[in-house]
């Protein structure tokens, strides 16, 4: 078994960094968690104090029901697999599995046993005997995944265990990892920065801004129920756009563009930050039902094949979340010096969209997916969402 509980769990650097900042997070039995959150966030940190790594200030750490708050690494029966892949080079992969075995001093069948095992589970079976200087990236990678699995552990903790790997490999080990948690069902924590691997791995996700967990949920609540506007900000690409707007009875004002609302999901009237993802966005002429629609100008256009970016400027103050934004690829600033005032709004359209820069088009905009967040506090007011911060 192995559930993790985490309790009040602090950690404090010399010179009063605040790195976790009372964390309380239930780990379930065979659960795969992503803790998931821009550079600086506390989740490496929060990560290592589970492992033992680092010493917690205050709080306590439960595994499989033990209090291993003071124990140190050795005694938790975790293994870890970090984004350096630490192989001995002048070891074969077969020696490489089961090192941490013969340290501790197991039989050789029953290191046999599960270093064989765990090669066919990965498919390093016809590799035992290359050194590592003989491997691929991803290779090298499965025989780290390798090492721990060998283990046997109450659970695995990896730390950006893909960050090393191309773009196209990091997809195909996506999958991997998922198949192998599938059939091992072994309590997982991963780190990451990167939101696509959080969202697509993560059976729960807990995002993390200045050391505090934001929200834990399924991915796909994150994404439909953002507690606050740190969550709305981060998670979805591209982002969420996010300006300052007045509901006035059953109109969202944004700019001069007025924006009929669904009633039964709205707060009361007044001043707040209005957040519409892309994808609530389409060319009025794919739009597959009747929906209120906006006229805009395109500044921007980008095909990406499956779908396009539409581009547009609102006249109205843009909200931005700075280090929510740090994760994305796409920049909101200017590299222009002249000076522009308004929001630039994305929105994502069907590919075959016939528009074209300079020119105006018509969108349709789904009112069933505005959201709504406090000027004050930044927290999600939606009438319907259960979006209570974990």
Do not use: W
Not at 175 to 199: F, K, P, W
Request: hydrophobic share 40%.
């Amino acid at each position: 078994m192995g559930e993790i509980v985490l309790d009040s769990v602090t950690k404090e650097f010399v010179g009063g960094v605040r790195a976790v900042d009372d964390v309380d997070l239930t780990i379930s039995d065979g659960e795969f968690m992503v803790l998931v959150g821009p550079s600086g966030c506390g989740k490496t940190t929060l990560l290592r104090s589970i492992g033992g790594l680092e010493t917690v200030t205050s709080g306590k750490i439960m595994i499989d029901g033990r209090d291993v708050t003071k124990a140190p690494p050795a005694q938790r029966d975790l293994a870890m697999v970090f984004q350096n892949y630490a192989l001995y080079p002048h070891m074969t992969v077969r020696e490489n599995l089961g090192y941490a075995l013969r340290v501790r001093k197991l039989k050789k069948a029953e290191v046999k046993r599960r270093v064989e095992e765990a090669a066919k589970l990965l498919g390093l079976d016809q590799l035992l005997d290359r050194r590592p200087r003989a491997l691929s990236g991803g290779q090298m990678q499965r025989v780290a995944m390798g090492r721990a699995i060998v283990r046997e552990p109450k659970a695995f903790l990896m730390d950006e265990p893909l960050s090393n790997l191309d773009a196209k490999l990091r997809v195909s080990m996506r999958t991997s990892l998922q198949q192998l948690h599938q059939r091992i069902g072994v309590t997982t924590v991963y780190v990451t920065h990167d939101q696509v691997e959080a969202m697509t791995l993560g059976d729960r996700v807990a995002v993390m801004r200045d050391g505090r967990v934001q929200q834990v949920d399924v991915p796909g609540k994150l994404y439909e129920e953002p507690a606050n506007l740190f969550v709305a900000a981060f998670i979805g690409s591209p982002a969420m756009n996010l300006v300052q707007a007045t509901l006035e009875g059953e109109t969202l004002r944004i700019g001069s563009f007025d924006v009929p609302v669904d009633r039964s999901r709205r707060p009361a009237d007044g001043n707040v930050i209005a957040g519409i993802r892309p994808e609530a966005f389409e060319d009025v002429a794919f739009a597959t039902r009747e929906l209120p629609t906006v006229e805009v100008t395109v500044e921007v256009l980008e095909g990406i094949g499956s779908d396009a970016y539409v581009f547009f400027r609102v006249d109205a103050t843009p909200v931005t979340v700075e280090d929510a934004l740090s994760n994305e690829a796409e920049e909101t600033t200017s590299l222009l010096a002249e000076n522009v005032s308004g929001a630039m709004f994305t929105a994502r359209v069907d590919a075959r969209t016939r528009a074209k820069v300079g020119e105006r088009l018509t969108l349709a905009v789904d009112p069933s997916r505005l959201y709504y967040f406090s000027p004050e506090t930044g927290e999600s007011v939606l009438r319907n969402g259960a979006v209570a911060v974990a």
